[in-house]
């Protein structure tokens, strides 16, 4: 493995800064993520926040490919709807994500390093500014997901039962992602309802990591059932505790009849 790449030598980084530096839009450029809390490795991408004036936002975000370009050819180019938000792969092997954030919006949200700061405003705004709240998972986003889940477990039981082993796969995919939101919910941390799996890692305990790792099987009936039959295991040890915590009725009779259904094709 790879050495990760020491800050001053970082030339993705060295060539952002000087992009932004003669660039008289931007106010200000952060390293965010694990390059600026100095757990990188040699699979980190780059995070990072330019920081431009209030009226100056609309006019550098539709300017963003030239910015970009200063740094490498780009690949890869992508906002996925948000045009402030832009993921990047350089031609040369580098991958970052470029925020740009207006000073009136700044917030400190988490490790940082200030790389640039054109007048002291970068720094005075951080100082000020109270750090976003998590998007943690709500009562209501809670309920809906204890809910949902059984309705994949329905669809598990049909595929199975009928030997349609792709459509079990999928479904299993989606138990086992229900799953992980329900335990991002009972960590207080980022709901990430479409990607449950981002960086979750880190947020589970050791046993419950092992017991969703064992889900992921070949795609023949017998291991599908058994992976089925553990994630309702891991499903009522996060959904009794969270519906409780949230003054929700766990959906007992539900859990009876689908679950009875599941070990009917087994």
């Given at each position: 493995?790879?050495?990760?790449?020491?800050?001053?030598?970082?030339?993705?980084?060295?060539?952002?800064a000087a992009a932004c530096r003669s660039d008289g839009r931007i106010l200000g450029l952060l390293l965010y993520g694990s390059r600026a809390a100095g757990t990188s490795d040699a699979h980190s991408d780059i995070d990072f926040g330019v920081v431009v004036a209030d009226a100056a936002l609309a006019d550098v975000v539709a300017d963003r490919d030239s910015l970009v370009r200063a740094v490498g050819e780009a690949l890869f180019l992508e906002d996925f709807g948000n045009p402030s938000n832009i993921h990047v792969i350089l031609a040369?092997?580098?991958?970052?994500?470029?925020?740009?954030?207006?000073?009136?919006?700044?917030?400190?949200?988490?490790?940082?390093?200030?790389?640039?700061?054109?007048?002291?405003?970068?720094?005075?705004?951080?100082?000020?500014?109270?750090?976003?709240?998590?998007?943690?998972?709500?009562?209501?986003?809670?309920?809906?997901?204890?809910?949902?889940?059984?309705?994949?477990?329905?669809?598990?039981?049909?595929?199975?039962?009928?030997?349609?082993?792709?459509?079990?796969?999928?479904?299993?995919?989606?138990?086992?992602?229900?799953?992980?939101?329900?335990?991002?919910?009972?960590?207080?941390?980022?709901?990430?309802?479409?990607?449950?799996?981002?960086?979750?890692?880190?947020?589970?305990?050791?046993?419950?990591?092992?017991?969703?790792?064992?889900?992921?099987?070949?795609?023949?009936?017998?291991?599908?059932?058994?992976?089925?039959?553990?994630?309702?295991?891991?499903?009522?040890?996060?959904?009794?505790?969270?519906?409780?915590?949230?003054?929700?009725?766990?959906?007992?009779?539900?859990?009876?009849?689908?679950?009875?259904?599941?070990?009917?094709?087994?």
């Open positions: 493995m790879m050495a990760p790449m020491s800050l001053p030598a970082d030339a993705p980084i060295d060539r952002m040369d092997g580098a991958a970052f994500e470029l925020i740009v954030r207006p000073i009136g919006e700044l917030v400190d949200d988490g490790p940082h390093r200030i790389l640039l700061d054109t007048d002291g405003s970068l720094a005075r705004a951080l100082t000020v500014q109270r750090a976003r709240e998590p998007q943690v998972a709500s009562a209501e986003d809670v309920r809906k997901q204890i809910l949902y889940f059984w309705h994949e477990v329905e669809h598990v039981a049909t595929a199975i039962g009928r030997e349609q082993l792709l459509w079990a796969h999928g479904g299993l995919e989606e138990m086992r992602a229900i799953c992980l939101r329900l335990a991002r919910a009972a960590a207080g941390a980022d709901a990430e309802d479409d990607e449950p799996y981002w960086k979750v890692d880190g947020l589970l305990y050791q046993g419950l990591r092992e017991r969703l790792l064992t889900t992921i099987v070949p795609a023949q009936s017998a291991d599908m059932r058994r992976a089925a039959g553990e994630l309702l295991a891991v499903y009522r040890s996060l959904a009794r505790p969270l519906a409780e915590q949230h003054g929700l009725p766990y959906p007992q009779r539900l859990d009876d009849l689908v679950s009875a259904r599941l070990a009917a094709v087994a």
